[in-house]
Nanobody, 127 residues
Framework: QVQLVESGGGLVQAGGSLRLSCLAS????????MGWFRQAPGKERDFVAA????????YYADSVKGRFTISRDNAENTTYLQMNSLKPEDTAVYYC????????????????????WGQGTQVTVSS
């Protein structure tokens, strides 16, 4: 079992920045692929970014490419999502997820591939 706890959400003006953190605990948390997803009210949960267990490979949704950066510190069992140039359409609950999936971009962006999820943190971007 892996437990995930997100933090760092909040209210920010358009053009601002936030950094989300996801603290993992449990068995061999550092060996998991980590993903960030988001869900706006009335919409499906969408892929945002993912990172391989080593941190050497990352993958982003087109909507956040160039603005968001995913990273991880395996010594601290923490995964980060640095969000810059935020837009009102980035408003959502952000979830981190973990799984031992074998890395492909196809798998890494699919909600159904991840077994472990955090509770989510709200990000609100005002215009």
């Amino acid at each position: 079992q892996v437990q995930l706890v997100e933090s760092g959400g909040g209210l920010v003006q358009a053009g601002g920045s936030l950094r989300l953190s996801c603290l993992a605990s449990g068995r061999t948390a550092s060996r998991y692929v980590m993903g960030w997803f988001r869900q706006a009210p009335g919409k499906e949960r969408d892929f945002v970014a993912a990172i391989s267990w080593s941190g050497g490979t990352t993958y982003y949704a087109d909507s956040v490419k160039g603005r968001f950066t995913i990273s991880r510190d395996n010594a601290e069992n923490t995964t980060y999502l640095q969000m810059n140039s935020l837009k009102p359409e980035d408003t959502a609950v952000y979830y981190c997820a973990a799984d031992t999936l074998r890395w492909t971009t196809g798998r890494a962006k699919r909600v159904s591939e991840y077994d472990y999820w955090g509770q989510g943190t709200q990000v609100t971007v005002s215009s």
